[in-house]
């Protein structure tokens, strides 16, 4: 089957300018991105795509035991720039795609030059000396919840996670982005997301790196984001005035520009 029609591949923007990726998190798809890319198109040859089991992919190419591990979903974001053929591509990936997007980078530094990690957590449990956000008990819950009553569980946490509740409808669509996704496939991406631990992988990023953190995010709090800052050397940290964990919807003007100035600043 070919990686295009897999993938649910889709390419706008500049044919002439340099190439963003942008990849989506958990419980989404590219769809999430439709708010950003026309600002980013203007300059930018844009790519976008479904990680296989989301959107629009082939459902039939899912498999659990690839997709167990971050580096399943890396294969996916290696493979999508080897089909477009892509050179010192940008890949801009959320949540927990900002690590997905540092295991493909190791992998092919050839085709992925640069790095944004937007609301970036390299681990989601506390532990001495580092905050995630959670303890392990409350990550247990949560995927015992998820897994008990998906529907349920959904409904009450992607308004939560946005974070605006004065502006219902971004909860409303996150939600509505997660019931879409299969049950039994949201049940091994979210382990496999919630359980991941990639701090020692930041150390080893020598590409260019814009990481993108909000005001408040209940997912990836201010110490995650400075973390994240501080692995990676010489990394560029920039406050968004938002909230939440999804600032491509909440605040998509200021996402966009930060991601634009970071791009420019490349050069060609």
């Known amino acids: 089957?070919?990686?295009?029609?897999?993938?649910?591949i889709r390419v706008t923007g500049r044919t002439s300018g340099r190439t963003v990726v942008l990849v989506h998190g958990f419980g989404c798809d590219q769809n999430m991105w439709r708010l950003v890319e026309p600002a980013l198109a203007q300059d930018f040859r844009v790519v976008l795509f479904d990680y296989v089991g989301a959107g629009r992919s082939d459902l039939s190419a899912w498999?659990?035991?690839?997709?167990s591990s971050l580096d399943g979903y890396a294969r996916d974001v290696v493979e999508v720039c080897e089909e477009l053929d892509l050179r010192d591509a940008v890949v801009v990936g959320h949540s927990v795609s900002a690590m997905t997007a540092v295991l493909a980078r190791?992998?092919?530094?050839?085709?992925i030059g640069s790095l944004?990690?937007?609301?970036?957590?390299p681990c989601y449990i506390d532990e001495d000396g580092y905050r995630g956000g959670f303890s392990a008990e409350d990550i247990e819950e949560l995927l015992e919840s998820l897994e008990s009553n998906y529907l349920g569980w959904s409904a009450a946490m992607a308004p939560v996670i946005m974070g605006n509740p004065d502006r219902p409808e971004l909860g409303e669509e996150l939600t509505n982005s997660f019931c879409a996704t299969d049950p039994d496939i949201a049940r091994v991406f979210a382990r496999t997301t919630f359980l991941s631990d990639s701090r020692k992988d930041l150390a080893g990023v020598t590409a260019p790196t814009l990481i993108l953190e909000c005001e408040q995010d209940v997912i990836a709090p201010p110490e995650v984001g400075a973390y994240v800052h501080a692995a990676i050397p010489g990394s560029e940290l920039v406050t968004l005035n938002a909230t939440g964990h999804?600032?491509?919807?909440?605040?998509p003007e200021a996402t966009a520009a930060a991601i634009r100035a970071f791009v420019s600043a490349l050069g060609r």
């Open 63 to 67: 498999q659990e035991e690839r997709y």
């Open 106 to 111: 190791a992998a092919a530094p050839d085709r």
């Open 116 to 121: 944004v990690m937007v609301c970036p957590s």
């Open 246 to 251: 999804c600032p491509q919807l909440s605040a």
């Open 1 to 8: 089957m070919g990686i295009h029609r897999r993938n649910n």
